[in-house]
């Protein structure tokens, strides 16, 4: 568990320049701790459509969930009206930083490419496969692969990953459409 002024102060009070992206659930900032540690700091909004039990869902499953292409959740904050997680801080930002950008492509050769393939397929495998749990993630997309500084992938948001058990039949399946 991580404070709330522990992790205002790893972030700059949540200032504007630490902002690394942002999406339904709110916004991700980089932070570094005290002992020089960086971190993601995936805050909440208030205002979160996906809210409360995306927290919950993201909470409890990553923290079970452990795999070299899966990120790393370090910890939590739930303070005040504060609802925040703590990931590992991935320099190389997300897949689509490079492969929407024509000269950030062209940083990618055949064999890089290769490799990032098979790490998210190692990732899905491991979830689907040989996890404890039987997990969907349900929002696979470039945003939500985030690359280390050796352009290593990580799957990361799990905030709409489903978990199902080895009891559950196709029926209880859900076929709803979820995710981008």
Known sequence: ???????LEATGNFSEENILGQGGFGTVYKGQL???LE?????????????????????????KLQHMN???????????DEKILVYE?????SLDYFICDNNKRALLDWSKLVAIIEGIAH????????????????????SNI?????????????????????NDTEANITRRVIGT
């Open 1 to 7: 568990m991580f404070g709330l002024a522990e992790l």
């Open 34 to 36: 005290p002992e020089g």
């Open 39 to 63: 971190i993601a700091v995936k805050r909440l909004a208030s205002h979160s459509g996906q809210g409360f039990i995306e927290f919950q869902n993201e909470l409890q499953l990553i923290a």
């Open 70 to 80: 899966l990120v790393r959740l370090l910890g939590c904050c739930s303070q005040e």
């Open 89 to 93: 801080y991935l320099p190389n930002k």
């Open 123 to 142: 990732g899905l495998l491991y979830l689907h496969k040989h996890s404890r749990l039987l997990v969907i993630h349900r929002d696979l997309k470039p």
């Open 146 to 166: 985030l690359l280390d500084s050796e352009m290593n992938p990580k799957i990361s948001d799990f905030g709409l990953a489903k978990i199902f058990s080895s």
